[in-house]
């Protein structure tokens, strides 16, 4: 029989997948998010939640997403439309579809105001402005940043012109090759800026920071933020792994597939953290220190390494990679049902979205100086984008996944679908229907203030 192929195309082979998706998953998420988070919510106990849910819970329902959009070969809301009527179910589970492309856009959003704080970050450190740099000046620039709507316009609409263009040319040709290139080159900065950190005084403090276990830290909020950052950082509960799915070529183990895009991903955001802590203690600087966290103590590290201004220029620049490759595909599934659904080109589709994510982005780079009053719900724009998303939305639509795949699709289906030994299969039903369910709900509830 002749494979189902997707009208946008398909991956060059299950490695590109591999890479495609690391791209999406690995981000600003892992780098800037998930070490500022950690000194949020008090380190070692915070990080070993946030493993749990990873394995737990992340994988399992990467696992559905993948096969998902791989058995229909369409978009999110299009592919859970098929499977449901495969299955004779309701075809109202679209609507979870639906919900993603709204995270998608509203992430897009804020996400692009940090990726432009990096674009900006990449040129302050070409020029040398940190070398030899103090905690106390680095703190100023940054502030300085968050003072400043115009240079942050400015950046934001960069970021969000380059993504609309590699989205336009559609995701696999120089995505694929950039990809392919840049994501070991920022392993290996990474790396570097560890080796670094590891010989700076506060190595042990850091390390004991981010891995020593203190159930007294734990708060069901932090659970909360744990669980939600673990969809986030593996871009689960809004379709994008569904609609890259949808691109694979062919039936390989779903299994091997995404444990691989999970370690990636896990493995940059401890090496982040391993990072960045140390050179947070030595310098004796606030780890709860927030969103600038990135913005702050890496400067200061580069301005005292030797060598520091090429790598720090070429650590921004990977972080700027890192973002683009996730912001791509924050904007694929939508892209992609538009031109599905209402036979628009690719080029209007991503254009018309592109404008909308752009204009909203302007409101959450306002919240950090002109409309910094403006308050919902207690947050601001940019708080609130980032917290619905994250510790609502994301996680919703990750429930609804597992249940959608474990419930309605046949388990004949998931068994032919995730390639995986009937075993294994029996342990992934299990946390489909129940565990990742009940855990989410449970944090969910225990989070109703
Ligand atoms: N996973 C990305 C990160 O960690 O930076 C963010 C993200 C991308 C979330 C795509 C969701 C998504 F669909």
Request: aromatic share 12%; hydrophobic share 30%.
């Given at each position: 029989m002749q494979e189902k192929q997707s009208i946008h195309g398909t991956w060059a082979s299950r490695w590109i997948f591999i890479l495609a998706a690391t791209g999406s998953a690995v981000g600003l998420g892992n780098i800037w998010k998930f070490p500022y988070i950690t000194g949020e919510n008090g380190g070692g106990a915070f990080v070993l939640m946030y493993l749990v849910c990873i394995l737990l819970v992340g994988v399992p329902i990467m696992m559905a997403e993948v096969f998902i959009g791989r058995r229909a070969r369409k978009s999110p809301i299009n592919a859970i439309t098929e499977l449901a009527q495969e299955a004779n179910k309701?075809?109202?589970?679209s609507i979870l579809g639906l919900m993603g492309m709204l995270a998608g856009v509203m992430i897009f959003s804020f996400y692009s105001v940090v990726a432009g704080w990096v674009l900006h970050y990449i040129a302050l450190m070409g020029s040398g402005?940190?070398?030899?740099?103090?905690s106390d000046k680095a703190g100023e620039i940054f502030n300085g940043l968050l003072g400043d709507p115009k240079t942050m316009l400015l950046w934001h609409t960069v970021f969000a012109i380059m993504t609309v263009v590699v989205v336009i040319g559609g995701v696999n040709k120089g995505l694929e090759r950039a990809t392919r290139i840049l994501m070991p080159a920022l392993f290996v900065l990474l790396v570097i800026l560890l080796g670094y950190s590891a010989t700076t005084d506060g190595f042990a403090e850091g390390f004991d920071f981010m891995f020593?276990?203190?159930?007294?830290?734990?708060?069901w909020d932090a659970v909360l933020i744990a669980l939600g950052h673990s969809f986030f950082t593996l871009s689960l509960g809004m379709g994008t792994i569904m609609a890259y799915g949808a691109y694979m070529p062919k039936k390989a183990s779903i299994g091997s597939t995404v444990i691989t895009i999970a370690v990636l991903d896990t493995v940059v955001a401890l090496i982040a953290g391993l990072a960045i802590f140390p050179i947070i203690f030595a310098n004796n600087m606030?780890?709860?220190?927030?969103?600038?966290l990135m913005f702050v103590s890496l400067p200061v590290a580069f301005g005292q390494m030797p060598g520091g201004q090429i790598f720090g220029f070429m650590f921004f620049l990977l972080v700027g990679v890192a973002a683009w490759t996730s912001a791509i595909s924050l904007l694929e599934p939508t892209v992609a049902y538009l031109v599905e659904k209402l036979k628009w080109s690719r080029v209007k589709a991503s254009i018309i979205l592109g404008v909308i994510v752009w204009a909203i982005g302007i409101s959450c780079l306002l919240a950090f100086n002109e409309w910094s009053e403006f308050k919902l719900f207690g947050k601001n724009m940019f708080d609130l984008l980032d917290y619905a998303t994250a510790n609502i939305m994301l996680p919703l639509g990750g429930i609804l996944t597992a249940l959608f795949a474990g419930w309605v699709v046949s388990k004949k289906v998931s068994l032919e679908e995730t390639a995986i030994s009937e075993n294994l299969h029996t342990v992934w039903m299990f946390t489909v229907r129940f565990v990742a369910p009940i855990a989410v709900s449970i944090v969910f509830v225990l989070n109703l203030k």
């Open positions: 309701s075809t109202k589970w402005e940190f070398v030899g740099a103090s020593h276990f203190d159930a007294s830290e734990l708060s606030d780890p709860g220190a927030g969103p600038g």
